[in-house]
């Protein structure tokens, strides 16, 4: 086979087998970008690819994508390690926390806040001892004189609206009316 006939037949592999590879750096990355900009490379470098015959192009395919997908994931770890020692080692940097994420923390907190004065009061009272207090859920089951089992489900209570409510897509299949009716249900109304 020439260099034309093999540069040729791993692209038309590569083409066939696109969905496939897709899927796979996919499932090694956990994201889509990231997947395509690997496919987006493993089609320039084909063309630097072995120059002599190949006995299975799929599977040199594979491993290609599959090595290129071991490379960028070590080299964000890196990028992570380098970053994170990086603001570490910036005088203060421990007792300062970056304004940019304290904003984001604070606006996280007032949406909590938010969705929590909305809640029954029990549900609100029984999520604020658990995460701000930080109480177990045996002491906040005595504090109001309610059995563990029901702390568990006034807290799952909170936490199914506090999702709900954050939910970007406001997408929810129905849960929200579902949860609405169980709360009524459970107040008595």
Not at 83 to 107: K, Q, Y
Request: hydrophobic fraction near 40%; aromatic fraction near 6%; include cysteine.
């Amino acid at each position: 086979m020439n260099g034309a006939g093999h540069e040729s037949g791993l692209r038309a592999v590569f083409l066939a087998e696109r969905p496939a590879f897709l899927r796979m750096l996919v499932a090694r990355l956990r994201n889509v970008d990231e997947a395509e900009e690997v496919l987006q490379d493993l089609w320039l470098r084909l063309d630097t690819a072995a120059g002599g015959p190949i006995a299975d192009p799929a599977a040199y395919l594979y491993r290609m994508a599959n090595n290129m997908a071991i490379d960028r994931r070590r080299r964000a770890a890196r990028r992570l390690d380098r970053d994170g020692a990086w603001s570490h080692s910036r005088p203060g940097a421990a007792e300062h926390p970056d304004a940019e994420r304290m904003m984001i923390a604070r606006d996280r907190l007032a949406q909590v806040e938010a969705i929590l004065a909305r809640l029954p009061e029990r549900v609100a009272t029984a999520f604020r001892l658990y995460r701000f207090e930080e109480l177990p859920q045996k002491a906040i089951a005595e504090r109001m004189n309610i059995s563990v089992s029901g702390v568990e489900k006034l807290l799952y209570r909170a936490y199914a609206k506090i999702h709900l409510r954050r939910d970007p897509a406001g997408e929810d299949d129905g849960r929200a009316a579902r949860l609405t009716r169980e709360e009524d249900r459970c107040d008595g109304r």
